[in-house]
């Protein structure tokens, strides 16, 4: 409405005020605005009625100044017309980055395809979240399979984003989907995904062949009962155990973190997967730095444990919910960094065993 109140504001100073005051820029301003946030139509539509108010303006106050009545109408009018091919400069990128973004968001769900609800024993819910409304793909990735050793999780950060971030994520999640169906041990996984990413970045141009890393943490819920967890953390932030009363916990083993995949070589040692119960009704958290290094106006990070501790959830895509909309809070909108957020949930009514046979 700011055009259509700029051109109202014109006329009434114009017929308040001495005839040697010009309020013409505030006539060629309405054109102008709506220019590149309104359409084609309004933007002309303010162009004809800015032009429309100077001419019955200049009838009325100076009807016998015809040379000037005709330099404010044509400079109106002119203005207009360059409003209109501003609209259309304007639409056309839109349309381009709209397009750009349309592109992106497909093969973001090519190379990290969402995962299904149910995965064996657990439900399974995922979030990815942009910390821009416009960003490309980036470097977070995650990746649920139900594999013959019981269902095996992968959540991760590659350094770096664009399209050399996006060709890591996928030889990750492609390595990753291989050994979780044939390796039985979880160590032998993390150690085949560690193999894959030196390898292929020292024959790919895209992949950095020094900083190349990715922090990264491996989740393995077996089917044998009594239900348990084993996991592995490559420099990753821990994930976080919900159980059911509310109580939560960080997954963490009894050595610190190991090097992300990539750096094994700096530090070389053999993983030690960690194991912990995972009773029926327990959620499990699984989440990359864009959530815990979330910052609130006062620099104080975002504890994901401690926010969620008391609460309960109902399903994991109840949790990740959560999880986003209380990360929005604590930042004011104002996100830093890309979020993938990946939950599962064993239903206190869980089976013994796992229907088999799906493979994601």
């Given at each position: 409405m700011l055009p259509a109140a700029l051109i109202t504001l014109g006329l009434v100073l114009d017929f308040v005020t001495p005839p040697r005051f010009t309020l013409t820029p505030f006539y060629v301003a309405a054109p102008l605005l709506a220019a590149p946030v309104l359409s084609l139509a309004a933007t002309a539509a303010y162009g004809l009625l800015a032009t429309a108010a100077v001419a019955v303006e200049m009838a009325w106050r100076s009807p016998l100044l015809w040379s000037e009545a005709g330099i404010k109408t044509g400079t109106?009018?002119?203005?207009?017309?360059?409003?209109?091919?501003?609209n259309r400069i304007?639409?056309?990128?839109?349309?381009?980055?709209?397009?750009?973004?349309?592109?992106?968001?497909?093969?973001?769900?090519?190379?990290?395809?969402e995962p299904p609800p149910r995965v064996g024993l657990l439900r399974v819910a995922a979030r990815y979240q942009a910390a821009?409304?416009?960003?490309?793909?980036?470097?977070?990735?995650?990746?649920?399979?139900?594999?013959?050793?019981?269902?095996?999780?992968?959540?991760?950060?590659?350094?770096?984003?664009?399209?050399?971030?996006t060709e890591a994520v996928a030889l990750?999640?492609?390595?990753?989907?291989?050994?979780?169906?044939?390796?039985p041990e979880l160590e032998t996984v993390a150690a085949r995904l560690e193999t894959a990413l030196v390898r292929e970045r020292t024959v790919r141009a895209d992949l950095d062949p020094v900083e190349g890393f990715t922090t990264a943490v491996l989740v393995e819920v077996p089917d044998d009962p009594p239900v348990r967890v084993r996991f592995i953390n490559r420099g990753h932030p821990p994930p976080v155990l919900l159980a059911p009363g509310g109580d939560t916990?960080?997954?963490?083993?009894?050595?610190?973190?190991?090097?992300?995949?990539?750096?094994?070589?700096?530090?070389?040692?053999?993983?030690?997967?960690?194991?912990?119960?995972?009773?029926?009704?327990?959620h499990l958290l699984l989440y990359t730095d864009g959530v815990s290094e979330a910052r609130d106006a006062d620099g104080v990070f975002y504890d994901p444990a401690?926010?969620?501790?008391?609460?309960?959830?109902?399903?994991?895509?109840?949790?990740?919910?959560?999880?986003?909309?209380?990360?929005?809070?604590?930042?004011?909108?104002?996100?830093?960094d890309d979020m993938a957020l990946l939950a599962v949930h064993l239903p206190a009514s869980a089976p013994a065993t796992a229907p088999g046979g799906q493979v994601y």
């Open positions: 109106v009018a002119t203005i207009s017309l360059i409003a209109v091919a501003v304007v639409a056309a990128r839109d349309q381009r980055v709209a397009s750009a973004r349309e592109i992106a968001e497909a093969v973001q769900r090519a190379v990290v395809p821009q409304r416009n960003a490309m793909v980036g470097g977070d990735l995650y990746a649920v399979r139900e594999t013959p050793y019981g269902v095996r999780m992968l959540v991760g950060d590659v350094r770096g984003k664009g399209l050399a971030a990750i999640l492609g390595a990753f989907r291989e050994a979780a169906e044939c390796e916990g960080y997954l963490e083993g009894d050595t610190d973190p190991a090097l992300p995949l990539g750096l094994g070589d700096l530090l070389p040692r053999p993983d030690r997967p960690g194991t912990v119960p995972f009773p029926p009704g327990t401690d926010r969620l501790r008391g609460r309960d959830f109902p399903g994991p895509a109840a949790l990740l919910d959560r999880v986003v909309e209380d990360v929005s809070a604590h930042t004011g909108d104002g996100l830093q």
